[in-house]
C-alpha cells in the first residue's frame, strides 16, 4: 500500500433513506484492490490510525491451539 489515497469530499453527499443505495453500481464498478483500499482509509480515519504504517495482530490476546480428540 505505498500509494497514498487522499479523502475527496466533494464525492459525498447527504442523501434521503429511499436513494442511500444508489451508490452500490459505483463501488461494483471498483476493482477489489480499490474497495479494501477505501475501506482501509475509512478504518484508519475513525481509530485515528497513520494510513501509510502496516498494522499486526497481537498475538498476546488471541492465542491457537490444536484440537486433540482425546
Same mark, same amino acid.
Given at each position: 500500500m505505498s500509494e497514498l489515497l487522499k479523502f475527496d469530499r466533494s464525492?459525498?453527499?447527504i442523501v434521503t433513506f429511499? #436513494?442511500?443505495g444508489q451508490n452500490l453500481k459505483y463501488w461494483l464498478s471498483k476493482s477489489?484492490?480499490?474497495r479494501l483500499?477505501?475501506?482501509w482509509y475509512l478504518t484508519c480515519s475513525?481509530? #485515528?490510525l497513520p494510513y501509510s504504517s502496516?498494522?499486526?495482530i497481537d498475538r498476546t490476546?488471541?492465542?491457537i491451539r490444536k484440537f486433540s480428540d482425546d
Open positions: 464525492s459525498f453527499r429511499e #436513494n442511500k477489489v484492490y480499490e483500499c477505501a475501506s475513525s481509530y #485515528n502496516e498494522h499486526k490476546a488471541f492465542r
